[in-house]
C-alpha cells in the first residue's frame, strides 16, 4: 500500500514563498503518477501540479503556472512543491495524491484519477 505524508505547510505573508514536501512509504506502479491538489473551505478540490516518472513530465493548472514547481527526489521518496508569489487566493489546505501512470495522461489534473492520498497541510497566505 502506498502512504503519503504532507509538511511544509504554515502561515506567510502575500508574495512570500513556501515549499511542501511529500514523503512517499515507497515507490511502485501506484507513485508512477504524482500530484498535489488544494482544497479551500466551500471549494472543491484543485489540482495545482503533477508530475510523471521522476519528473520526465509536469503539468500546472493555469492558476498556478510560473509560480509553483513539482520536482521529485527519487533518493528521499519525496516530492516537492515549490510555492513562490504567494498569494490570498493560494489559501488551503494542499494534499499529496498518486496513482499509476494513467493518472497523468490526462489533460487536466483531475482528483478522479488518484486513489491514494495524504492528510493534508495547511498553507495560509494573509
Known amino acids: 500500500d502506498v502512504q503519503l505524508v504532507e509538511s511544509g505547510g504554515g502561515s506567510v505573508q502575500t508574495g512570500g514563498s513556501l515549499r511542501l514536501s511529500c514523503v512517499v512509504s515507497?515507490?511502485?506502479?501506484?507513485?508512477?503518477?504524482m500530484a498535489w491538489f488544494r482544497q479551500a473551505p466551500g471549494k472543491e478540490r484543485e489540482g495545482v501540479a503533477r508530475i510523471y516518472s521522476g519528473g520526465a513530465a509536469t503539468h500546472y493548472a493555469d492558476s498556478v503556472k510560473d509560480r509553483f514547481t513539482i520536482s521529485q527526489d527519487n533518493a528521499k521518496k519525496t516530492v516537492y512543491l515549490q510555492m513562490n508569489s504567494l498569494n490570498p487566493d493560494d489559501t488551503a489546505m494542499y494534499y499529496c495524491a498518486s496513482d499509476r501512470a494513467r493518472a497523468c495522461l490526462r489533460g487536466s489534473i483531475s482528483n478522479t484519477e488518484f486513489g491514494y492520498w495524504g492528510q493534508g497541510t495547511q498553507v495560509t497566505v494573509s
Open positions: 515507497d515507490y511502485n506502479e501506484n507513485t508512477e503518477c
